[in-house]
């Protein structure tokens, strides 16, 4: 493992974040210094790699997929300088948070077990959390992922899903606590479980449950989903975290369900965002090829109904449906008014377990990664003049 970056205990959080985002990103790189050595050895004590053609497929088959699945990330953070920041390309790990919170800022603190436990544990789940995105889009169908072409396009769909099935087997094995781990397995399960119900959604039979049921069923059915998906990737991090470092079941308790409400102010937010092409892009006006989308499935128990079964509706007919609705902008602003309400109270509780102000902005930081884009939808969705011009589809839509 990497050489942590050494900071006074006073050092500003910023630059604390900063280290920590560095020597996270040097923990993954060694994570995933996948070789031919490395895969044999532990299977052939003393194994050799002469090999050519054997480690040209582990290098293409292994270690280029997973470099490339992290290419981006390394390469934003190369961006900013380990004394600076933290500029766009840092990404505040929930669990090292976790580790500042409740053992301190100083290299004293670091000096013990538990920080070593937390960097493998932050590397895991960051492994867990790229692999998630990978079977997303292929699930979804998503070409692009943040303006880069998504992992089943370069490099095949199959070679996409195995990089992602073994950066789950890799995450969960590393984090090596079995309490943590159990924990993990938990989880990684609950996000195939909302997996299958959202692509449910596609489904005839499911569709016309949920266009002919009362509104408060829909609204239950997509908070499940949303709990199952994404509350947990979200809870994923800092409930790991607490559980390596034994926090009190109580304030594990309140970091749970801060989080579960921050997965459901996120859900929302993606789901406005495919109505706002300007933030979207080539990614607007693609979800309606299931009824999943909460401002779809709100207008559907609205007085003005779909001119055929919500169920035998085309993806475009959907989205024509939602498009054209006289209710579209008050159901807009209401969910984006419970999505700023769910991330604030999220933030507000776990600032109430934060040890120092030091603690406070680093979570701070953290957390508006997501929650600043809740704050400008919202904002623009209120500040709008029309709504309408906020609507016109982008030609890929």
Known sequence: MAEPVRHAPTADVDAVITADAHLLDA?????LAVSAHNVMEPLVPGFAPQNRTLQDAIRLALHAPHTDAFALDHARLRSTG????????VRPSTVYWAFRNYRGFSVEDEAGADFGTVRRIAASVRLLLKAAVIIDDIQDGSETRFGRPALHLTHGVPLALNTASWMITRGLRHMAVPEVVDYALGA???GFTGQALDLSTHLTDVKRTLAAGPPADRVEFWTSVAALKTSTLLQLPLNTAAFALDIPRDERTVLDESMHLMGLGAQLLNDLLDFLPHHSAANSFTDFKGLKNRVCLELLGMSTPPSRAADDMTPEELKSFALDHPG?????????????RFKRTAKERVFALCRSKESAAYFDAAIERVGHHIDLVAEELHTATSLDALLVPTAAG
């Open 188 to 190: 990684v399960q609950n």
């Open 328 to 340: 579209l902008p008050d159901v807009m602003l209401r969910l984006a008014d419970d999505a700023v």
């Open 82 to 89: 380990r004394g600076g920041g933290p500029a766009p390309g």
């Open 27 to 31: 923990d993954l790189r060694d994570l």
